[in-house]
């Protein structure tokens, strides 16, 4: 049996599309969609929303409830070595400036 969640769009139930009808004629509603578990979106927040749009409809309503799950107070750095190098190119010579991460231990 193939795995599904329902979308997580706060307004998926609302938007007026043949797909999203159920019910019998008279007691007929809009539903959230199903979103199918693959591969492809196993390991990522796509196996929660049907579409873009309710991605987007899901963070503009919760970003700042997302934002206090981990609170970032202070930038994030990553140590790096800059230098230039100069480069033959099919317009003749040029600077290229090449950015190295360093390594560095995490404690």
Not at 7 to 14: K, L, Q, S
Not at 24 to 47: A, P
Request: hydrophobic share 20%; aromatic share 12%.
């Amino acid at each position: 049996m193939s795995e599904h969640n329902w979308c997580h769009g706060p307004d998926c139930h609302t938007y007026s599309t043949q797909d999203r009808i159920r019910g019998t004629k008279g007691s007929k509603v809009l539903r959230t969609r199903k979103v199918k578990v693959t591969e492809y979106n196993r390991n990522g927040g796509w196996q929660y929303f049907c579409s873009q749009g309710c991605w987007n409809d899901f963070f503009h309503k919760y970003a700042s409830q997302c934002r206090n799950i981990a609170p970032r107070n202070e930038p994030l750095e990553t140590p790096i070595d800059v230098t230039k190098e100069e480069r033959e190119g099919w317009r003749g010579t040029y600077t290229e400036t090449v950015i190295n991460k360093l390594d560095t231990v995490q404690q």
